[in-house]
């Protein structure tokens, strides 16, 4: 093991009541929105097919022309209670906000720039309004908060000469100074996910991203912060040169999820975080984006995959300039929290199934506290029928189907095949989405059919 002043804090995950609590909400609402939710992918007539929060770079705006759109951002349907109902028929248990994205603009009316929401025509604190919101609905605050600033004049990318050591180092004093206003001023707020550390200049600072971390859990006790944030002594980032997880959970799942069958993930928390549609992750207006929403069964396949692993799932939402909500994706939030409301426990509190493999029709997840395990059909054989293969030594006494409330376990039918192979005709289920089966197993007592001889079959 090498020694690392900057690198892991621990070797295993946090077991305190904090990070217990944001493990096992699992479902979470992401929400990007800046002055790039304005121009919404469109840039002087023109849709721009890329990210819509990118769009200053990609389509080379002047940064006069950029910051002029503050004074178009007034906020007009923008109500943080809506946004918090949005939440609430998702079936999030906690909410990551936008504190600051890549091109500087502040949502809260920071005293470090003049960049900020306090400088707009409503002068709203956008940030309070969102915490007082989502927490008078029992739903935890995470701040993004971008450390990448194409804005800043100390900003860099690289660090080429003693010029821009110096420069970059005031910039990190800046970038600091933000942190701990949003701490003190939001101390309720309950996890920092960090972004825009993929540079060299920052990979370079390592101290600071330690510094950062550490700054904010002497603030806010419990405080969980995403391993984005971090590199050590020799820029490795989110795990450092031993191999061993920075920050409090692995946020390298953008946009894509691990394989199915990699328990290796479980080992850690970790959590994925995805756009509904395609790729951008702001409010994009062009056919491009809209064109690709994903289906809400989609969506319920992402989260039950994420929690049969250990994971949580962050859902992303853009809303607009005027600060609605796009209409298509509070309707998927609605179907996908209609799911949750049914089959929520097979989700929430639930993790890996310790000895369970993935079984191709879907997955398996387990209750934390209980050890109840749950069996979540995501793709339906067209044969209508799954196997359900147990751990060695263990059968199928009964399972019931969630939302069948009153039914005893034994109510749907299944057969054994053998040993620890059981297989469950569909047919008579019924359900709004994937079908969820709730599991009651034992061990085996009785005798079973011995295995088939079989030469040519190695065990």
């Known amino acids: 093991m090498m020694d690392l002043k900057y690198g892991a804090s621990r070797e295993k995950p946090r077991e305190d009541a904090a990070m217990k609590r944001f493990r096992g909400h699992r479902v979470g609402q992401f929400i990007h929105w800046g002055l790039y939710a304005l121009p919404a992918g469109r840039w002087e007539g023109k849709d721009v097919e890329f990210a819509a929060e990118f769009l200053p770079r990609v389509a080379k705006i002047p940064q006069h022309r950029w910051e002029a759109l503050a004074n178009d951002f007034t906020l007009a349907d923008f109500d943080a209670e809506r946004w918090a109902d949005t939440a609430v028929a998702l079936g999030a248990r906690y909410m990551t906000i936008t504190t600051k994205h890549h091109d500087g603009f502040c949502l809260w009316p920071s005293t470090h720039t003049d960049f900020h929401m306090g400088n707009t025509p409503s002068g709203r604190d956008v940030l309070g309004e969102l915490v007082a919101a989502y927490e008078a609905r029992g739903i935890d605050v995470n701040f993004y908060y971008s450390v ?51 540079d060299e200049s920052v990979k370079a600072n390592g101290w600071w991203t330690w510094e950062v971390e550490r700054m904010l859990k002497e603030r806010i006790p419990g ?49 994925a975080c995805m756009t509904i ?60 929290g209609q799911w949750l409301g049914v089959n929520g426990e097979a989700i929430y509190g639930c993790g890996f199934a310790e000895g369970w493999e993935y079984p191709g ?70 359900s709004a989405g994937p079908l969820v089966f709730a599991l009651e197993t034992g061990a085996i007592t009785g005798p079973v059919a011995e295995k088939e001889p079989n030469p040519d079959v190695l065990d």
């Open 148 to 198: 990448l600033d194409w804005r800043h004049p100390d900003w860099r990318f690289t660090l080429e000469n003693d010029a821009d050591n110096l420069a970059f180092a005031r910039y990190l004093d800046f970038a600091m100074k933000q942190l701990v206003e949003l701490a003190e001023r939001y101390p309720s707020v309950k996890g920092f996910w960090f972004d825009g550390t993929w």
């Open 277 to 336: 549609p395609q790729a951008s992750w702001g409010y994009h207006q062009g056919p491009w984006a809209q064109s690709t929403l994903k289906h809400p069964w989609d969506v319920v396949d992402m989260i039950a995959h994420c929690t049969s692993l250990g994971g949580n799932f962050l859902l992303n939402f853009g809303p607009r300039g005027d600060g609605s909500m796009a209409p298509a994706e509070v309707e998927i939030a609605r179907t996908v």
């Open 223 to 271: 405080v969980v912060v995403n391993s984005r944030l971090r590199a050590d002594d020799f820029g490795a980032r989110h795990v450092d040169s031993n191999g061993l997880l920075m920050g409090d959970y692995e946020s390298g799942y953008e946009r894509r999820l691990p394989e199915p069958w990699d328990r290796s993930v479980a080992a850690h928390d970790w959590e």
């Open 361 to 430: 029709w879907g997955y398996f997840t387990q209750d934390s506290s209980t050890g109840q395990v749950f069996a979540v059909v995501t793709r339906e054989p067209a044969s209508g029928r799954i196997r359900l293969e147990l751990p060695t030594g263990m059968e199928l006494v009964g399972l019931q189907l969630l939302g069948s409330a009153g039914h005893p376990f034994n109510e749907h039918p299944f057969k054994r095949l053998a040993g620890s192979v059981f297989e469950v005709d569909l047919g008579g289920a019924t």
